[in-house]
């Protein structure tokens, strides 16, 4: 299958790309190689004879009429986004562009092309904050940062394309995702740096926060399940069942190092920071798909 994967030299995106070509799939990666995305990333298969790349942003109708004509792209998973919550605080402009606008010109060009199956690659954060229970696919949306609004406008569009036009979309809403290869600004992955330099660890608010964290190979494989099974017009969580404090998360970090938890340094919380993220992950499981990874092992 041909196979196009925006944001292809990000974090997510890279594991997913890596993950069809060992499946066997030609994948084209579409990438505008901002600040996180990194060729860095897929430097072990940029060789590969099933993989090409392509420097271009999403928002460019022209580029992505030829491409999706060029390669003959049977199926689309749109991983390209501005990803932050505290970029989009200082920058909201650049995720509305990015996250719907870009969004809207990808999806209209793969439906001109007769594109069979589109996968929109989404976040838990557009549910807002669930302080009980947690978000069915069928929940009202309540994003409470330009980040999780730019996602639910991009949501919303790609949904329209299933009940307007009929065109194949299926989304995916992932919870909080770590791995390999994450841009070194969230969470983890500061953390991490942050401690092996002994530098401190900036905790937002109380560090009460709760978030259910999914490794980055979970995800992608849910990425693909639903891309291959999901039903057309159909929302599916994809969540890690690793509900944790970010206290904890923090200590837990300072454990697997050595390290002190005098690091931990409490900072004043951002505005709109949502107390907890939950999803309920039934119908993705009841498709065949369900997490591997514990999180101390990951």
Sequence with gaps: MNIL??????????????????RGEQVVNLDALKYSGNLENLKDVSSHSGYTFVHGDIGDATLAAALLRDHRIEGVINCAAETHVDRSI???????????????????????AGVGRFL????????????TGSST???????RSPYSAGKAGGDLLALSYWTTYQFPVVLTRGSNTYGPNQYPEKFIPLFITNAI????????????N????????????GIEHVFRHGAPGC????????ERENIDVARLILKHLGKSNSLIRYVQDRPGHDRRYSVDCRRVRA????????????
């Excluded at 696919?137 to 994003?143: H, I, K, N, T």
């Excluded at 330099?197 to 009460?208: E, I, S, T, V």
């Excluded at 929302?235 to 690793?242: H, K, L, Q």
Aim: hydrophobic share 35%; glycine share 14%; net charge negative.
């Design 5 to 22: 994967v925006t944001g292809g030299a990000g974090f997510i995106g890279s594991h997913l790309v890596r993950r069809l070509l060992e």
């Design 90 to 112: 200082l920058d909201p402009g650049a995720f509305a562009q990015t996250d719907v606008v870009g969004t809207g010109v990808l999806l209209e060009a793969a439906r001109r």
């Design 120 to 131: 929109q690659v989404s976040t838990d954060e557009v549910y807002g904050s669930v302080e």
């Design 137 to 143: 696919e069928d929940d009202p949306l309540s994003p």
């Design 197 to 208: 330099d002994d530098q401190p660890l900036p905790l937002y608010g109380d560090g009460r």
């Design 210 to 221: 709760r978030r259910d964290w999914l490794s980055v190979y979970d995800h992608c494989a």
């Design 235 to 242: 929302i599916y969580n994809v969540g890690g069942g690793n």
């Design 287 to 298: 498709l065949g798909w369900e997490p591997t990874v514990p999180c101390e092992e990951g």
